[in-house]
């Protein structure tokens, strides 16, 4: 077995997220050096120096994962004080209540166009198909090219159950994350020969700053209609917890999988296999 990340450079978008960050701290303790991107450099910043506490090497590299020439930028970064890059997680992802309609289904002829996908505003949904799609795209080019030259490296997409069969309500976040599992098979194929492997990681359900709107009441306690639906359909009968990440992350990037690519690996309490019957 080996689950060793010794000398490997990983670079992890939305690094400091509920998820990632802790993916992070996953790859650090398997003896990775990491690069940790998102917009905020003061988040980055703060979980930067949590690494570095436990003597890990790390760099931040802020940086908008749908800008071309900010992730350039941040390569330079990352390869002139870590070196060249041997992994790559798309963490940075997430839905936007504009993107979000109010309604499950349109059941009948009295209803309020605003609250379904006939009043959903274009911009939003294509701001977050963006981020979650180009989102990954744009990483897996320019920090790519460094596993292309050695001809090894793993990039590890993240998924979500909703690529699978989308779930109501959230229609950007859904197709984006489909296309996001399809383009995983797609470029497996694509640089298999080239010593990369890619995979995605599909949670299931993490209660996040981005979803807790959907999942509980405006108490923040009480389970909404949706966060019990989702309960009742997780044969666990929980959400899950950030952690239980940590172990599928680091086996998906290192030798541990190394005959796995183009393969989307649920983490999900057993949500993706239950027909709800
Ligand atoms: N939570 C769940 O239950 C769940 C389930 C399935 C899949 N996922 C997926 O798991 C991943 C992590 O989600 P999470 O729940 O941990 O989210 P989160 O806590 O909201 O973190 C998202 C991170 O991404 C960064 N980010 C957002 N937009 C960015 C951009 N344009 N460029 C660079 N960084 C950006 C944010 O930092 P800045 O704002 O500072 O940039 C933030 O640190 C996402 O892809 C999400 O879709 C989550």
Redesign the pocket.
Known sequence: MNYQLDNKVCVI?????????QMVKALAAAGASVAL?????S??EALAEELRKDNHQVCIA??????RDALLKAKDKINSELGSIDILI??????HPDATTALEEITGDDFEKSESFFGIDANAFQSVF???FI??LLPSIVFGEDMSDKKDGVILN?????AYLPLTKVPA?SSA?AAVDNFTKWLAVHVAQRGIRVNA???????????RFLLYQEDGKTLSARGEKIIQQTPMRR??E?EELRDATVFLCSDASKFMTGQIVGVDGGFSAFSGV
């Open positions: 978008t939305g690094a400091a997220g509920v998820l990632c960050s991107i998102g917009r905020t450099e988040k980055l802020p940086a908008d994962v749908c800008d798309n963490g940075a992802g997430g839905n963006g981020l979650n989102g990954s993240i998924s979500s159950m909703s976040y994350k990681l599909a949670p299931g359900f993490f209660v996040t700053d981005q979803n959400f899950g950030a």
